[in-house]
């Protein structure tokens, strides 16, 4: 058995990875917590029985101990993942650090080289490359069922309701204090699509921006809170009818810890995720397509919408003897060979969040601690490659200009070398 610390007790740390903890105790026990929050710094300490010398407010009182354990999980926010994850390469960790590495492409390239440096053990969240779906996918691509890859239609259907959630109301709403829609949400597509390609991508381009969740399109009658709204009853995006119903898991947990109507309804009435989607403070976009090019000649059009009412991930890829169709959340892959022969394919299904993403990774992560294995299916140098792509076309967004990948490292690397 592996002992561990997490440094930040949010909904991911805490429900999605940490509790495997509790489910496999023969396998990982967490001795340790570093939590700003006392409410979610206690639960988490009393579920896995961390005693209170071993309860810090800041990472920093964590990482100043002595190292603790063998390993740290790291799901801070976004702009709070540099320096603890900095600090625990240096002191000896094996780490799991939640995506974006980093916000900053700077940053997210001295992690990964800081990594290698140290010969560091780092797997970097991307969770969709753990799943049974995406590998199955990739087998079939790997065999060459449908000939050579030319070119992939990927959609990443975000869900009218979770973008209101994640994006509108919740902690990703605002790239200033989190991250770019193209990198907090759509790195594990970019991560996808650069592993299933197999090559170097070379240009990127992008259009996209922020259409509806703005003032100028809330109802009239409309305030700033659902729970004193006039036409709360009529609106798609009722934070009353999203998180006072039934369910008191995910995204209702992230409302309040104590799942009683009580405690939710407060959480609406004085939280982030009782206000008009809007008349919020979020500026990330709310749709956005990202144009590809490899250097073994494929090309992606990737699409990014709020506005689908499946969350899914949908995407046709075309090759020289066939295509793929697929959704992950039917769980169908289809391969139609130009032959007239059509396979269809439904993998293996495992417990867990993202379709079981999260069991296999934190049973990936587990077992190469065990094994002192530094060669992480999502290491933090691989890592690094998708997330440029994902810096490169918020770049080609902002500017209208296409990024070509190799000036674009270029120029990180002359402004890392000033730092």
Not at 153 to 164: I, L, P, R
Not at 238 to 247: G, I
């Amino acid at each position: 058995m592996i002992k561990a610390a997490l440094i930040g007790a949010g909904s991911r740390g805490m429900f999605a990875y940490a509790s495997y903890a509790l489910k496999n105790p023969r396998e990982i026990q967490f001795i340790a917590v570093a939590e700003g929050n006392s409410g979610r710094r206690d639960r988490f300490a009393k579920d896995h029985k961390i005693p209170e010398e071993m309860q810090f407010t800041t990472w920093e009182e964590l990482l100043d101990q002595p190292k603790l354990c063998e390993a740290i999980l790291i799901c801070t926010h976004d702009r709070m993942h540099y320096k603890p994850v900095m600090k625990a390469i240096e002191k000896g960790y094996k780490i799991l650090l939640e995506k974006p590495m980093s916000p900053d492409p700077v940053e997210s390239l001295e992690i990964a080289q800081k990594a290698e440096k140290y010969g560091s053990l780092i797997t970097v969240c991307h969770v969709m490359r753990y799943s049974t779906y995406f590998r199955a996918l990739k087998e079939i691509i790997d065999e060459q069922k449908i000939g050579k890859v030319i070119s992939i239609q990927w959609n990443e259907n975000v869900g009218f309701w979770h973008q209101a959630h994640s994006f509108v109301r919740g902690n990703w709403r605002n790239s200033i204090e989190s991250s770019p829609m193209i990198l907090q949400k759509c790195c594990h597509d970019m991560d996808m699509l650069q592993w299933l390609v197999n090559a170097e991508c070379t240009k990127v381009s992008s259009f996209g921006s922020l259409t509806y969740f703005k003032e100028e399109n809330a109802p009239e009658g409309s305030s700033d809170r659902c729970t004193t709204c006039k036409v709360e009853r009529e609106c798609i995006y009722s934070a009353v009818k999203m998180y006072l119903n039934e369910r008191t898991d995910w995204p209702a947990n992230v409302v309040s810890l104590e799942p009683t109507y009580e405690k939710r309804l407060k959480g609406l009435e004085e939280g982030p995720y009782g206000r008009c989607v809007y008349r919020c403070d979020n500026d990330v976009v709310d749709h956005q397509v990202v144009n590809l090019l490899f250097d073994n000649e494929v090309t992606v059009a990737f699409t990014m919408t709020a506005f689908t009412n499946e969350i899914s991930r949908t995407f046709k890829i075309m090759g020289t003897k066939g295509e793929i169709r697929g959704d992950a959340l039917k769980n169908e892959i289809e391969i139609k060979y130009f032959t007239g022969k059509v396979e269809r394919i439904n993998p293996e299904k495992v417990e867990g969040g993202h379709d079981g993403s999260d069991t296999l990774i934190m049973e990936d992560f587990i077992r190469q601690v065990k094994e002192s294995n530094t060669n992480s299916t999502t290491s933090a140098m691989i890592s690094t490659k998708s997330h440029l792509i994902a810096f490169a076309a918020e770049e080609s967004r902002l500017s209208g200009k296409t990024i070509d990948m190799k000036e674009y490292l270029d120029r990180l690397n002359e402004k890392k070398s000033l730092v």
